[in-house]
Every structure is written in C-alpha cells, then in structure tokens.
C-alpha cells in the first residue's frame, strides 16, 4: 500500500515561497507521473502541476506557471513543488498522488494559506 506525506505548508504574505514536499513509501514510485493537486475551502480538488517519471516533462494548471516548478527525485521517492510570487488564491490544503492514472490513497495534505 503506498503512502503519501505531504509536508513544507504554512502561512506566508503575498509574493511569498513556499517549498512542498511529498514522500512516498510502499512502492517505489519512479515509474509513475506525479502531480500536485490542491482544494480550496467550498471547492473541489484541482490539479495544479504534474511531472513525468523522468522529470523530462512537465504541466501546470495556467493559474501557476511561471510562478511554480514541479521537480521530483526518484532516488528519495520524493516530488517538490516550489511555489514563488504566492497569492491568496493559492490558499489551501495541497496534495500529490499519481497523475493521468488512478490516484493512489490520498494523504492528509499539507495547508498553504496566503495572507493579502
């Protein structure tokens, strides 16, 4: 059964950064596409960035690019999203989990709240 831990959230000021972390356990996860994914209060999950088993390509939702980067280190079964140039909107609970393929358990996600 794998296991995902999302960690690195917290509160930061508009402009901020913020670097999350997900690690999974269980199964090594090299082979799969991973992606972040967030949930807003009164709102539905939404996929925010996603990369492939190889790192060599990548996607973001448009509301994120150029202000988030998506990396992963297959060694450390570990993906990375670092976050830059923080809006309030970007404000809540972050998750990964498995990316164009049936999601894995989800974790208990890592909140990121962003004051104006």
């Known amino acids: 059964q794998v296991q995902l831990v999302e960690s690195g959230g917290g509160l930061v000021q508009t402009g901020g950064s913020l670097r999350l972390s997900c690690a999974a356990s269980g199964r090594t996860f090299s082979s799969y596409a991973m992606g972040w994914f967030r949930q807003a209060p009164g709102k539905e999950r939404e996929f925010v960035a996603g990369?492939?088993?190889?790192?060599?390509?990548?996607r973001y939702a448009d509301s994120v690019k150029g202000r988030f980067t998506i990396s992963r280190d297959n060694a450390k079964n570990t993906v990375y999203l670092q976050m830059n140039s923080l809006k309030p909107e970007d404000t809540g609970v972050y998750y990964c989990?498995?990316?164009?393929?049936?999601?894995?358990?989800w974790g208990q996600g890592t909140q990121v709240t962003v004051s104006s």
């Open positions: 989990n498995r990316w164009g393929s049936d999601s894995w358990p």
């Open positions: 990369i492939r088993w190889s790192g060599g390509s990548t």
